[in-house]
């Protein structure tokens, strides 16, 4: 359907919905403090209705949900018999209904998988994107919009990244970890309120930003997505992933297996790393493109930004074995340009995860 914000002075869009307004830096800081919210056309939304969804979800997927509170925010996986990261979505449930909120990519996916595996249990899922669409902001941003309310209570999810939910582990060794700070949130709302947050942005009211400013907070936060991050190796070891959306301590669910034993007795045989780049500012390197030691590819990007403090930043995937201070760097289409390497997940994360906190590159002239 067209996007209710075409028509937004500036406003410069593709499939995924409303890029920026012609400042993207600018846009970021407002984001940041709280003086903007997002429209999320990336994102799609599915219900999961019944009795029975959240003790069903729970079997299914690798997050204890079945003493899920009402408006309580976490988020799940699917995996595959290996352990391999097939979906994920981030979950709220409303006393009546389970909301998964998933990348427009995955939903119609995650959703066939979810219609299959439903047996003879008290439990519907569906698309409901007809009905709502996804905003997102600061906790306090959130407050200048009106989340839809099915069951009488708000649809608004508040991201647990970077903390440890209960049952997870995490693997970055940093301290402070750079999302600490990091202030998100996504509400559902109706098809009706995403045209009233249109309208009163036309008239000055209200402050957006686009899908560019929001994922280079995500980049910088260190906070993995699935369009962009998962591919079909994908282990939630290397994403630093076991923080927010797996339970080490429940019952057994597909992957599970997998999970534990790299967990508890072997290594992911990748891992996650940070990019501070050099170059151009104007010039970033595209999704997939090599990571390098000398010659030698040993990874790929998986998601890139500029950063309004930072400068030029990325995520990668690289195998274990690179060392963490290994000279790195990175193909662009201005040719190959150089990067310093913040370690997410250690080369020893795993059986032998217990290692020291370091402190983090927390600006590019640390890098410099």
């Not at 957006?208 to 400013?213: K, M």
């Not at 034993?261 to 990019?275: D, T």
């Not at 930072?310 to 274990?320: D, F, N, Q």
């Not at 690179?322 to 040719?335: I, K």
């Amino acid at each position: 359907m067209p996007s209710v914000f075409s028509a937004l002075p500036g406003a410069v869009l593709d499939d995924s919905g409303l890029l920026h307004l012609g400042s993207p830096l600018v846009e970021q800081r407002r984001l940041a403090a709280g003086e903007a919210i997002a429209p999320l056309g990336d994102r799609a939304v599915i219900a999961v209705p019944g009795e029975d969804r959240l003790s069903w979800l729970d079997s299914l997927t690798s997050q204890a949900l079945t003493r899920l509170d009402p408006g309580v925010g976490t988020e799940l996986l699917v995996l595959d018999p290996q352990g391999h990261v097939e979906h994920a979505a981030s979950v709220v449930d409303d006393g009546e209904t389970a909301w998964l909120i998933t990348d427009r990519g995955d939903a119609e996916g995650l959703l066939a998988w979810l219609r299959k595996m439903r047996f003879r249990l008290r439990v519907d899922p569906r698309a409901a994107d007809d009905e709502f669409a996804v905003v997102g902001g600061t906790r306090s941003a959130l407050a200048r919009v009106v989340p839809a309310t099915p069951a009488g209570r708000p649809l608004v999810w508040i991201d647990p990244w970077p903390d440890v939910s209960p049952g997870g582990y995490g693997y970055a060794a940093v301290d402070p970890h750079p999302g600490a700070d990091r202030d998100w949130a996504e509400a559902i709302v109706t098809r009706d309120e995403e045209r009233r947050i249109a309208d009163a942005a036309a008239a000055g009211d209200l402050v957006l930003a686009g899908l560019t400013a929001v994922d280079a907070l995500r980049v910088a936060a260190w906070r993995p997505r699935w369009t962009t991050d998962v591919d079909e190796r994908a282990l939630p070891h290397e994403l630093d992933w076991m923080r927010t959306a797996v339970h080490l301590d429940k019952g057994c669910y597909r992957g599970q297996e997998t999970v534990a034993k790299v967990h508890n007795l072997g290594h992911p045989p990748r891992r996650l790393v940070a990019l501070q780049l050099d170059g151009s500012d104007s010039v970033l390197p595209v999704h997939g493109a090599a990571v390098r030691v000398g010659d030698e590819s040993v990874g790929t990007v998986t998601s890139a930004a500029l950063h309004y403090e930072e400068g030029p930043i990325a995520l990668a995937i690289v195998r274990r074995s690179v060392a963490v201070d290994a000279v790195l760097t990175v193909d662009t289409s201005d040719g190959v340009i150089s990067a310093a390497q913040e370690v997410v997940v250690p080369p020893d994360a795993g059986r032998t995860a217990n290692i020291p906190r370091m402190p983090r590159l927390s600006r590019r002239a640390s890098a410099q």
